[in-house]
T-cell receptor
Framework: DAKTTQPNSMESNEEEPVHLPCNHS???????IHWYRQLPSQGPEYVIH???SNVNNRMASLAIAEDRKSSTLILHRATLRDAAVYYC????????????FGKGTRLHILP | GAVVSQHPSWVICKSGTSVKIECRSL??????MFWYRQFPKQSLMLMAT?????????EQGVEKDKFLINHASLTLSTLTVTSAHPEDSSFYIC???????????FGPGTRLTVT
């Protein structure tokens, strides 16, 4: 899997938007950008994924840079339940492969 | 939905004993399951890939004789930690592929403590 770089940790206030950045300068044309999150003492859960266009779902939005070398996961209105480790992962669309996790970003939500 | 369960959710065992952890896909068939290990404050580390009816593929550095994986059916994979030692204490997480290339769902994890 191609490498991604994320900040180790971030803080945000409750009920405010959160922008979680991810750099993936070596992304290939067949790599999808995936985001997973892991709540404390739980298994990871899927958040969102995209290829080139921005994506929205009920959990979050994904903004992808035009050159695809970076992306941002957007939580529109953070709650305390959003405190988790967020992982940005590249997955090759041609290879139905295993998920390799990096260090992720630990998001702290302040009440 | 796509639900993956693990049993037990936590287990304490004595050093030298073996522990079996089950991973089940509750509402779908999973031809492939994965096992991860996670130490405190660290990321998930992939241990092995398990395909139904065949031998598991272990990642480099993972002892296959210590971590026995069996994927006997399309809904069940088991991880047995043999002759457990305190350094095997960790959070073990499984995941299962539903079908599509990106449909992979994770279990809630099993916390193993070896005393």
């Amino acid at each position: 899997d191609a490498k991604t770089t994320q900040p180790n940790s971030m803080e945000s206030n409750e009920e405010e938007p959160v922008h979680l950045p991810c750099n993936h300068s070596t992304i290939s044309g067949t790599d999808y950008i995936h985001w997973y999150r892991q709540l404390p003492s739980q298994g990871p859960e899927y958040v969102i994924h995209g290829l080139t266009s921005n994506v929205n779902n009920r959990m979050a939005s994904l903004a992808i840079a035009e050159d695809r070398k970076s992306s941002t996961l957007i939580l529109h209105r953070a709650t305390l339940r959003d405190a988790a480790v967020y992982y940005c992962i590249l997955r090759d669309m041609n290879r139905d492969d295993k998920i390799i996790f990096g260090k992720g970003t630990r998001l702290h939500i302040l009440p | 939905g796509a639900v993956v369960s693990q049993h037990p959710s936590w287990v304490i065992c004595k050093s030298g004993t073996s522990v079996k952890i089950e991973c089940r896909s509750l509402d779908f068939q999973a031809t492939t399951m994965f096992w991860y290990r996670q130490f405190p404050k660290q990321s998930l580390m992939l241990m092995a890939t398990s395909n139904e009816g065949s031998k598991a593929t272990y990642e480099q550095g993972v002892e296959k004789d210590k971590f026995l994986i069996n994927h006997a059916s399309l809904t069940l994979s088991t991880l047995t930690v043999t002759s457990a030692h305190p350094e095997d204490s960790s959070f073990y997480i499984c995941s299962a592929k539903k079908g599509g290339p990106y449909e992979q769902y994770f279990g809630p994890g099993t916390r193993l403590t070896v005393t």
